[in-house]
């Protein structure tokens, strides 16, 4: 008989519901992607809708139903650290307590009223069914994500992030259909919290600017490092650290840092669009640094304590694909796998996977490549649906096969113009990986300063990804294995680099922005890097063809590829939601499966207050 299991995680942010059937990922989707808010916290009750519809089944088809963490674990170390720290931090108390006397701690009660309520919307005329509830730990989830999608029959698995019920890093043995913890980092000692505090400092928003702080560290230096080191965080030679909690707020505030850490850097924290200065970009670089030094020193120690070949990732430590690239080239494992969807998100499918394998003890079937079919785990749209939706807005499109398609695509790329490409299932996670992307040519000077500022609406410092043909990617960048995912950050070859002359190398910071310093400068970070998405054939044929045809036309084996989005806006999601983004910003063509609409040929769309207010958040 077919088991199906649901497995969800929200009310933190980045809500996701993922459904497995007897143990096969089928589908698994983010919360944001139909709400259209940003790292939506909120009960996934659109993603799970999805889930169900999608396979023409309901709630009384479902198994269990799994949490992807224990609220009532969480809930003691919150008391714990409070009282810890009373009287200070009162506020803060008060406010947290208001929600979990509200819901949180009564969370079983909640998501069986959110359940029965969906039933009733599925089933009208039956009585309600609710599954069994099952709790996860949150590392647990985060290890399970990692481990048993892997193509890995034993690994050693580092999970790291803010932190979970106590655990901020985690480390685990996966093998065959279990994974066992070795030991912990308990919280307020947290890598991810000092990385989110530095982008809090930095003005950006935490859990989703850390990804600026990363981007702008290639402008900076080091300055900070020994400061950092020698006031904020004590690594130990395993790696293992403590932090100075006296210079942060994040235990007991509503901030993240505490007036000593302003004082220990010398000014306050900047205010949102602000001007980022070499102050900004140098506190970057530090931070950086020493992410990167604690995440190799406890890979080698877990290396020397398991000697294990295999290296697991997951938590949102893990989408610092800086640090994973570094990770790479010291050659501490002999193989990295890292879950796409490394943050709370992935956590939903990790908690599925974990009630197939540990509660029901069910064995493992392991793919070579992985289990994950490319991270294409979401709503995917028929050129029949397409073309209805199409007409029915009075849309002019053409509809083209494949082949007449992307040999005009590559003509249309290789003149400079950007096409929003949308394109079979949608993407688990935070990148975009060919299904919904906003795409360009490379080899264009102008590319980055067009995309970033009249496509994607953001700040110009920050870099685009390559995606390349998998067979091609040691011609173009200094790598030789794949990273189907986008998180692994690697140079780009040196025959392709252009050396900056001494006048250049004496510019400060973003004044770098604008030198061409390879042959492929859309996708040159500062520092010669790139993160690299390597495509293949079986995952993703169509936008392997496309690319493969962009060869053909122009010899480059690489085109630009960002998220189908604008600032503050998730990763669209609908063939609605692309022609709206398409209309509302400058892109020249999108593609819609097989139909292909140019801009100057669409009837005009006004833009509304609802549109603009999203280029305003952040």
């Given amino acids: 008989m077919t088991k199906w299991i649901l497995g969800i995680s929200c009310f933190y942010h980045d809500s996701a519901a993922a459904i497995i059937r007897d143990g096969e990922i089928i589908k698994a989707v983010q919360e944001e992607r139909f709400s259209r808010k940003k790292h939506d916290s909120g009960f996934p009750i659109n993603a799970i809708r999805y889930c169900l519809k999608s396979q023409n089944i309901d709630l009384r088809d479902i198994d269990s139903i799994i949490y992807y963490e224990k609220p009532l674990l969480t809930f003691e170390r919150l008391l714990e650290t409070y009282i810890g720290v009373a009287p200070r931090g009162f506020r803060s108390f008060i406010a947290a307590m208001q929600i979990w006397l509200k ?23 039956k009585k309600p069914y609710v599954p069994r509830f099952l709790f996860s730990e949150h590392h647990q989830s985060h290890a399970a994500a990692a481990f048993y999608p892997s193509p890995f029959k034993e690994a050693v698995v580092l999970c790291m992030d803010g932190v979970g019920e106590w655990a901020t890093t985690s480390t685990w043995i996966g093998k065959e259909n279990t994974i066992k913890p ?3 980092i308990s ?3 947290s890598l991810g919290l000092l990385y989110s505090a530095f982008t809090y400092y930095c003005g950006f928003k935490v859990n989703s600017g850390e990804y600026k702080l990363m981007g702008l560290a290639p402008y900076g230096k080091p300055k900070y490092l020994q400061k950092i080191k020698n006031h904020l965080i004590d690594i130990k030679e395993d790696g293992t650290f403590r932090l100075n909690i006296a210079y ?5 505030g509503f901030r993240m840092t505490s007036r000593k850490f302003h004082k220990l850097f010398g000014a306050p924290p900047r205010e949102p669009e602000k001007e980022i200065t070499q102050f900004h970009m140098d506190l970057a670089a530090s931070i950086q640094n020493v992410t990167e030094e604690v995440v190799i020193k406890i890979a080698r120690s877990l290396k020397k304590e398991t000697n294990l070949k295999n290296l697991c990732l997951a938590g949102g430590v893990a989408l610092n694909c800086v640090a994973n690239g570094k990770l790479l080239e010291e050659k501490v494992f002999d193989n990295i796998w890292i879950q796409p969807a490394s943050g709370d998100a992935g956590s939903a499918l990790g908690a599925a996977l974990l009630g ?6 069910k064995p493992r079937v392991i793919n070579p490549h992985d289990s994950m079919m490319g991270s294409y785990l979401g709503c995917d749209f028929s050129n029949k649906e397409i073309i209805t939706y199409l007409e029915s807005i009075n849309a002019t499109f053409q509809s083209l096969e494949d082949l007449e398609l992307f040999e005009k695509l590559a003509q249309i790329l290789d003149e400079g113009k950007v096409i929003g490409w949308f394109n079979g299932a949608m993407e688990f996670g935070p990148r975009a990986l060919g299904a919904r992307s906003i795409i360009g040519d490379p080899r264009n000077q102008k590319m980055q300063s067009v995309m970033n500022l009249k496509i994607k609406y953001r700040e110009s410092f920050r870099p685009f990804a390559p995606s390349v043909l998998e067979e091609d ?3 173009q960048f200094e790598m030789n294995v794949k990273s189907p995912y986008m998180l692994l950050v690697a140079p780009v070859k040196k025959k392709l680099c252009k050396k900056m002359t001494n006048e ?18 859309a996708i040159t970070h500062v520092d010669y890097s790139a993160r690299v998405q390597t495509v293949s054939e079986k995952t993703n044929p169509r936008y392997y063809k496309l690319i493969s045809a962009f060869k053909k036309q122009t010899g480059c084996p ?15 999601c609908t063939p609605q939601d692309a022609y709206r983004c398409f209309m509302r910003t400058e892109m020249d063509v999108l593609v819609l499966q097989n139909q292909i609409l140019f801009k100057t040929e669409q009837p005009k769309m006004e833009k509304d207050e609802t549109w603009k207010q999203v280029f305003e958040l952040d």
Wanted: no cysteine.
């Fill in 248 to 252: 942060f707020k994040y235990h007991r």
């Fill in 473 to 475: 990617v040691a011609n």
């Fill in 356 to 361: 197939w394998h540990d509660y029901y003890n």
């Fill in 558 to 572: 690489t085109i630009v590829n960002t998220s189908f989005n604008v600032r503050g806006e998730p990763i669209v």
């Fill in 187 to 189: 919280f307020p000692h």
């Fill in 182 to 184: 070795l030991w912990e």
């Fill in 504 to 521: 250049q190398k004496e510019l400060f910071g973003i004044e770098k922005l604008n030198i061409t310093r390879s042959s492929l400068p």
């Fill in 103 to 125: 819901e949180k701690l009564f969370l079983k009660s909640v998501l069986k009223k959110q359940f029965i309520s969906l039933q009733k919307e599925l089933v009208p005329n």
